[in-house]
């Protein structure tokens, strides 16, 4: 279970402060999949980096299983990113001179997994998303769908308690992207807690629940 | 909603030292892989020149003493010289120390030299107005036995014109290169040389009250000073011109078997008396301190040198990972992002540096010890006062590739840090 207490974020711009959270207080259960929506500027991908630990809320806190993140060191939150979370970005995010296989195994061997066993499992992660006959592929070599399917691979290659996802689909076009909420739809119900970034009202209402958000703030909160 | 079983993995905690290592490993080899050929070929082109720097420029430059080194040895001393005490003129008792010489273990050759000094005239039969110089010079004599000492030395080869000593040769002599004008063109009142003097010329050579004619048989050019200042004769004719009446000599210079150890020779030599007649020196005692100093000064000279060279493939190596690092900023970012340790991130930033290096290094000790080493063997630099020689142990050259690897890894590690620690989320989003 991940939770937000009085979560605010706030960017200096010249003179004047900008507020991209206020102050939000929620919680989200261990295996729902949530979706964040709402116009741009709405503050929903800021939320998305303070629970997935990639950014330093301007105060509040962040637990995830009862654990409190904001205060760690970086080392423990690199820590807890790698075990516990995976993250899918807008624009897939997987690094260009490995493969699709190496992407894919690279946090299992970050965790300690042998060689062997990492293979393994990365392996069947690609087979997951459908895509185990590209794996020796280099990004270069795949188009965008498929690299997202990469990153989704390595997003869950590990097992993580939670999958956080920026816009997955934003760079694919309208099939492309069905076939990635299907996959997330799919690992939802395998018991996979997702928390989706999205502004397409289609792929929001495929989640459990939908936080909408304007000028930082929590407008609505409604389970599908 | 089915509940995941998240794995056990207490162990997974904390990312020890051994997995930082293995995944830098992981990504350093693939990037390696990965890169541009010309690129890698380019840096490992820089390592590779600037470990040649390191090891050959100072080799060189040591090396002209070295050759020099070698030359005394092989040509004048050997491994051992046997010679008179300081306040003698002569090796008392020489038969009898040259039997002791022939018994002792790993004994080779031998070669006996009768020297002194003189003085060498070619216009002596001229008439010369009052206060006019003659056509001299002054040079050591050296009495030597030709075949003992082509055997020793194998100096005929150093016969420039002419042609060397016969044990019958009463009349003749040799000449070294330094004491004609020819060769040494030095205009100075101090310092004569001979201006008319050719083979088949006639010269007197003048020891203290004792002069004689000789024929000029041959000209020696060895770049060792016992022969390009000398004049070298038969050892009875220098006996003669010395007035010594006995058989006792200058100098004994020994050659020893391949493997013996000078030392042992020498703590023999003595033990068995030769002591008490003459002082005994290995090789390295004899050589003169002058040539130690110079060699030392030539060692710091070529090493500031290297320095220089070492500075700038650490900018260039720097300059390297700095660009590699901030163009992958955002690579960096992700991987930080996804858990990757960010030791594992600057550590393959360190081993595709120390790879850089390595391939660098291996290809410097190939060329200096398959290829420059063997080519300056053959093909010696003349330098007026030696033939240059590369010196480059393999002590040595792995020495300063170690020298070169550590300041490699540091070039590559400092920039890398100064990347890796900037915000991850920045990093990622590319601002």
Known sequence: MIEAKNLTKTFQSGDSQIIAINNLTFSVPQGQFLAVTGKSGSGKSTLLYQLGLLDIPTSGEVFIDGTEYTKESENARTTSRLNDLGYIFQDYAILPSLTALENTMLPLLMQGYDKKEALEKAKKALDKVGLLDRMNNLPSGLSGGQQQRVSIARAISHNPKIIFADEPTANLDSETSRHVMDAFVKLNKEGQTIIMVTHEKEYAELADRVITMADGNIVSDVLN | MAKLEKENLPAYRQAGFSRNISVGWFLARRELKRANIWTTTLIVLVMTLTFLNLVVVSGLLVGLIQGSEESYKKYAIGELIISPFLNRSAIEQTPEVVKIVKTMPGYDRHVVRYTGSARVESDYRKTIKPGEKRDGAGASISGVDPISEEKFSGVSK????????????????????????????????GFQTLKNVEIGSRV????????????VKGIMS?????????????????????????????????????????????????????????????????????????????????????AIGLVVASITIFIVIFVNAITRRRYIGILKG?????????????????????????LGLVLVFFLIKPYFAANPIDFPFSDGILVATISGAFGRAGILLVTTMIAGYIPARIVIRQNTLSAILGR
């Open chain 2, 338 to 362: 996804i858990g990757i340790n960010k030791k594992a991130i600057l550590y393959s930033y360190v081993y595709q540096a120390t790879i850089y290096a390595s391939l660098g290094i291996a």
């Open chain 2, 222 to 306: 060895s770049k060792v000073d016992e022969f390009d200042n000398a004049v070298v004769m038969l050892d009875s004719e220098a006996r003669k011109l010395t007035n010594r009446a006995d058989l006792n000599a200058s100098g004994i210079a020994i050659k020893l078997a391949p493997g013996t150890d000078p030392a042992i020779a020498k703590k023999f030599l003595i033990d068995s008396g030769v002591g008490e007649y003459a002082r005994v020196q290995t090789a390295a005692e004899a050589f003169p301190k002058f040539l130690q100093d110079i060699k030392n000064t030539f060692a710091i000279l070529g090493s500031a040198i290297s």
């Open chain 2, 158 to 189: 150093f016969v420039i014109r002419g042609s060397f000593l016969d044990p019958d040769d009463g009349d003749s002599i040799l000449i070294g290169k330094n004491l004609l004008y020819e060769f040494t063109p030095i205009e100075s009142p």
């Open chain 2, 204 to 215: 007197k050579v003048t020891v203290g009250d004792t002069s004689k004619e000789y024929f």
